[in-house]
């Protein structure tokens, strides 16, 4: 089980809209990604954490945000929404003693 | 840097045929992990496979099997008598340090009934 979770599952909003897309584990794992994923398409990282009030940008550049101010949560920010941030937002997790990431459902954004 | 080619972007089968996705990557490390993800239609991905750089042993889980050379750098995913339920985008991955995972750009499998 991933025990990974995200919230909302769909979200569509108008252009210059704040939105924050959630993701929370409840076992205590260190290591969190968020990647963004158009339709079909390779996936790009574009933040991780490697614990509390650490993150790094990813490979792709993002307008997003995100913090990390406890280890279960890692949300993910978008200040001002633009239709070319539409997209699949998937987070995933790194647990203790795999190097597997476990994906949570994903978040598809539209922004109109 | 590394990287990961899936050459096969779409494939189609008809139902109960096998079919198997290839997988090529690159990489200097001399420790590393590689892995199969199946994204179906409802967007998720679904972890398949890990192998590590250091077990070459085939793997056959029920109707899925994986052939890892790395003497030609392969990590290939074989469905034997696939169904319509397999159908899905499937990922290859590679992992290097720090846990940094490069994706390939997947492959699309569509199973004709």
């Known amino acids: 089980e991933a025990d990974i979770y995200q919230t909302p599952r769909y979200l569509v909003i108008g252009t210059g809209k704040k939105i924050t897309l959630e993701c929370s584990q409840t076992?205590?794992?260190?290591?969190m990604y968020w990647y963004q994923q158009d339709p079909g398409m390779e996936l790009h990282l574009i933040h991780y954490s490697y614990g509390v009030n650490s993150t790094e940008k990813g490979d792709l550049s993002s307008e997003s945000t995100v913090s990390r101010i406890r280890t279960e949560h890692f949300p993910l920010t978008l200040e001002s929404a633009r239709p070319s941030h539409t997209s699949q937002y998937l987070c995933a997790r790194i647990g203790r003693r795999t190097d597997t990431q476990y994906f949570g459902p994903g978040t598809r954004l539209t922004v109109l | 840097a590394q990287k990961v080619t899936q050459a096969q972007t779409e494939i189609s089968v008809v139902e109960k045929e096998d079919v198997t996705l290839d997988c090529v990557y690159e990489t200097r490390d001399t420790t590393y992990y590689l892995f199969w993800y199946k994204q179906p239609p409802s967007g998720e991905l679904v972890f398949l496979i890990r192998r590590n750089s250091f077990d070459e042993q085939n793997e056959i889980s029920g109707r899925y099997s994986w052939n890892f050379q790395k003497s030609t750098s392969s990590f290939n995913f074989t469905i034997t008598a696939s169904q319509v339920v397999d159908s899905a985008v499937y990922f290859c991955a590679l992992g290097g340090g720090y846990q940094k995972v490069t994706f390939g750009i997947g492959t699309k499998l569509q199973v004709i009934p």
């Open positions: 076992m205590g794992h260190d290591k």
